[in-house]
């Protein structure tokens, strides 16, 4: 397909000869623009028997549908209806919590309610004496206890891969991500925001080693084709929204899910399957998330097939070296959450995750935002550094690396400040 893959079979073959195996390790990654090579993305609007979509019935009868299907096929897998028995237990609701200004609610999420779990932590603060609050929905990388100094929020025992048994954990540090949010200015902008640790639903460990500790554990063991780690987390944090659904203070119909990284891929696969979800944040979601995977440059399909093979459904391991044999690209990824908003959130020194291809995505993705009568990116050229595209699908570039800013938060509090303006 590239030019590159005659130098990476070579590479490739020198690996096998050293190694005796395929290691599915790419060649060295891309980062000149003017290699990236020539692709050609399948047709959002054109269905695989060739009808092209000139219409929202159709899109929703006819296209969208089998995009959904082509990335439960050949990505991220099948994941089942609710299925278990989930419940829920509010253990704790503070009224005067954060010096005074939110609700602080801590809710035990039993996915399977059995002794055996798994069981995860919702952490939601609300604003004080408000209710039916439109509500950010964070997927984070670590114990609730990290996202604010509040001493309130409970610490639980984590699980320790090498005992396979939960542990407290040693010198945790309360508020040690807190510089990733913003909860004050939330909560006085009138919005909710909760959180749960992604390792909970499931464990993100090498070969997919977490997979017996997870929500996985209970459903039948997975075959070519059936959900991976991203489907895990995302089906997961589906019933986080089920019981926010259940707690008055929330807005349900007005909840934002947000996610970072690989959180971020799994914000746009929840938001893909799950349309209670009203608006969705990927930041820095990067390959397999929202930056196209035919563009050769950062982090590649071998790359992902490489080092995180779990995170995906078995049947994508044949894309290897064919990225241009993907039945779907990031742009239908996107064209699923339509006509819901969505902000795709990207840094100028994470080259890693791609952020024009992120772009591009979303430009090729607009014509889906526009026929169901919302708007997408009009801009022709990638923007200035910090300069926010605001549309019902919009797009920023922060200056920065691979995180999450406090100025990102200023935008995504202008996002739904505008979402929530626009269309109630
Ligand atoms: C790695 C991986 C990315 C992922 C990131 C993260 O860098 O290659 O695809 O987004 O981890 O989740 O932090």
Not at 246 to 259: S, Y
Not at 281 to 305: F, H, K, P, Q, W
Request: charged share 20%.
């Amino acid at each position: 397909m590239f030019s590159r893959f005659s130098i990476l079979s070579i590479k490739v073959g020198t690996l096998l000869i050293l190694s005796g195996g395929f290691s599915g390790t790419a060649g060295a990654t891309n980062f000149d623009e003017s290699k990236v090579g020539h692709y050609t993305l399948p047709d959002v609007l054109t269905a695989n028997d060739g009808t092209r979509i000139t219409n929202s019935a159709e899109w929703y009868s006819l296209r969208r549908p089998e995009i959904l299907e082509a990335y439960r096929d050949h990505i991220f897998g099948r994941s089942p209806q609710p299925g278990t028995n989930v419940t829920f237990h509010v253990w704790e609701t503070a009224t005067n919590a954060l010096n005074g200004i939110a609700v602080r609610k801590q809710v035990e999420i039993n996915f399977s309610g059995t002794t055996s779990g798994p069981i995860a932590h919702l952490l939601l603060y609300t604003p004080a004496n408000q209710s039916a609050v439109p509500t950010f929905l964070c997927l984070q990388f670590n114990g609730n206890y990290t996202v604010d100094p509040d001493p309130g929020i409970a610490i639980f025992p984590e699980l320790n891969p090498k005992s396979g048994l939960h542990e407290m954990p040693t010198n945790p540090r309360r508020g040690a991500a807190a510089r990733n949010w913003k909860i004050a200015e939330t909560l006085a902008h009138g919005y909710g925001v909760a959180f749960i640790d992604y390792r909970e639903i499931e464990p993100d460990l090498p070969h997919g080693a977490g997979m017996p500790y997870g929500v996985r554990k209970n459903f039948p063991a997975p075959n070519a084709g059936d959900w991976g780690a991203i489907g895990a987390w995302a089906w997961g944090v589906s019933r986080a929204l089920d019981y926010l659904e259940t707690d008055k203070n929330v807005d349900a119909k007005r909840v934002i899910l947000f996610g970072f990284s690989r959180l971020g891929k799994t914000a746009l696969w929840a938001g893909a399957q799950d349309t209670r979800f009203a608006a969705v944040i990927a930041n820095c979601s990067g390959e397999m998330g929202a930056a196209l995977s035919r563009r050769d440059y950062g982090e590649t399909v071998n790359d992902i097939l490489a080092r995180f093979p779990y995170w995906m459904c078995g049947n994508f391991q044949q894309y290897s070296n064919h990225w241009d044999r993907l039945p779907v690209d990031s742009h239908m990824l996107i064209s699923l959450i339509a006509p819901r908003p969505l902000f795709l959130n990207t840094g100028s020194d994470d080259r890693w995750s791609d952020p024009h291809g992120e772009f591009l995505a979303a430009q090729a993705a607009t014509p889906v935002y526009e026929l169901l009568g919302r708007t997408g990116i009009t801009e022709t050229n990638f923007p200035p550094l910090d300069h926010l595209l605001l549309h019902d699908l919009s797009f920023n570039c922060h200056t920065g690396k691979h995180d999450i800013l406090q100025t990102d938060w200023d935008d995504f509090l202008i996002f739904a400040d505008h979402i929530f303006q626009t269309q109630k």
